[in-house]
């Protein structure tokens, strides 16, 4: 196989339907060799494989001296927990761990319900509904900064500002998206000063309160956990909710069956996760020591990037997974990680997605796309899978 470009495994040609690509790489080069960030890059795709490098603690996340500038240079957005490994890593988990289990998310249903129907209400009233820019993005975006505390009038030039870093796949778009990280720095550093001094009832306000109680949680690290909680939180779930409605609205009968029996929805949202993949790869591992993948020796310091769409679309764990089967089980899907950090949001995103997309198909029961599928945009990313726009007919 030849050798393959990081960057046109983000374009956005290439994330309209990645699959077909995955398959061979499967199939030829299921441990593939390439360069990212300068950097020699292993590719993992067989879902064995997979869930191998996710659970196996020989790959670390911690940067290796020789690429740690990256980091001196973003600056203290990147000490976060999905950053750290073993000790580190739990310490920071666990001070927010509380805040996301299912119990307690369980707690915001109503909440999440009421925003879904505000943006369609909105979207019926305007006789319109661009279904990224007026309901998928706005609703985990108002919900996990309601939960951090993070005041309207931010809430989108976070979003700006946070956007650029997740579209780099080169050395030079990072370097470009370097302003934009510090700019959102200064803006939480603000916001920070502000809740010392007049603290409230919300989760950023009890990290300060953590960091105050003792040395748990240093400046850099209190950063970090905010800008790793407010992107981690929206720009995945943003994605289920847009590749999910375009996924139900291409099959006419899987939707039939999600709007006529609401028992499913879970199983349907598990589906979705698995074929639309939100998050294409998990992020970046290195080898500690030299590990042995499936006849291929991963050198010690090399990058190795775990693609968790592939894995979910691997025939040899998912019989026919080219069909998209909203009862399908079992539904050992990786799209939300595995190991150490699987997805510490997963109950808030399988929650907003369940209500989201529940909700939009009975407020519009005649759905529709307003253009041709093929000329969809989708968003320029190495990581995440997700449509630019897609405007809908109701
Ligand atoms: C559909 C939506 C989502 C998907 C597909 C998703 C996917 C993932 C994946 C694959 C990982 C593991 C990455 C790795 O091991 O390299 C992860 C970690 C994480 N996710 Fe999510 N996520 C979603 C929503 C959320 C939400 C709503 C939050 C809310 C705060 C969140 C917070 C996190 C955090 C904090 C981590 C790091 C955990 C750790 O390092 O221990 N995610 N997510």
């Not at 750290?84 to 996301?100: I, P, Y």
């Not at 956990?225 to 996924?247: D, F, K, P, R, W």
Request: hydrophobic share 40%; aromatic share 6%.
């Amino acid at each position: 196989m030849a050798q393959i470009k990081m960057t046109d495994l983000a374009s956005p040609r290439f994330k309209a339907n990645p699959y077909p690509f995955y398959a061979r790489l499967r199939a030829e080069a299921p441990v593939c060799r390439t360069t990212l960030l300068r950097q020699r890059t292993w590719l993992v795709t067989r879902y064995a494989d997979v869930l191998a490098v996710l659970k196996d603690e020989r790959f670390v996340k911690d940067w290796p001296p020789k690429t740690r500038w990256l980091h001196r240079f973003a600056g203290p957005i990147t000490r976060h927990m999905l950053n750290q490994d073993g000790a580190d890593h739990m310490r920071l988990r666990t001070l927010v761990h509380k805040a996301f289990t299912r119990g307690l998310i369980e707690q915001l249903r109503a909440r999440i319900q009421s925003v879904c129907d505000e943006l369609l209400t909105q979207a019926a009233h305007n006789g319109r509904l661009e279904l990224m820019h007026d309901y998928a993005l706005p609703l985990p975006l108002t919900v996990i900064a309601e939960l951090l505390g993070i005041p309207e009038r931010d809430r989108f030039r976070f979003h700006t500002l946070s956007r650029s870093s997740l579209s780099a796949s080169t050395l030079a778009g990072v370097v470009r998206s370097l302003p934009d990280q510090w700019a959102l720095i200064r803006h939480l550093r603000k916001l920070i000063k502000e809740r010392r001094t007049e603290p409230r009832a919300d989760l950023i306000t009890a990290l300060i309160q953590a960091e105050e109680a003792g040395d748990r949680l240093s400046e850099a690290e209190l950063l970090g956990m905010i800008t790793l909680l407010l992107i981690a939180g929206y720009e995945t779930t943003v994605n289920l909710i847009g590749n999910g409605a375009l996924a139900l609205i291409e099959h006419p009968q899987e939707r039939a069956r999600f709007e006529q029996h609401p028992a499913l929805v879970e199983s349907a949202i598990e589906e979705l996760l698995r074929y639309t993949s939100p998050l294409d790869m998990a992020s970046q591992r290195f080898a500690r020591e030299d590990v042995n993948i499936n006849g291929a020796t991963i050198p010690r310091g090399d990058l190795v990037i775990a693609i968790v769409g592939s894995a979910n679309h691997d025939e040899t764990q998912f019989p026919e997974p080219e069909t998209f089967d909203i009862t399908r089980e079992p539904n050992k899907h990786l799209a939300f990680g595995q190991g150490a950090h699987f997805c510490l949001g997963a109950p808030l995103a399988r929650l907003e997605g369940q209500i989201a997309l529940t909700t939009l198909f009975q407020r519009f029961p005649n759905l529709r796309l307003a253009q041709a599928p093929e000329s969809l945009r989708w968003r320029k990313s190495l990581i995440v899978r997700g449509l630019e726009e897609l405007p809908l007919a109701f």
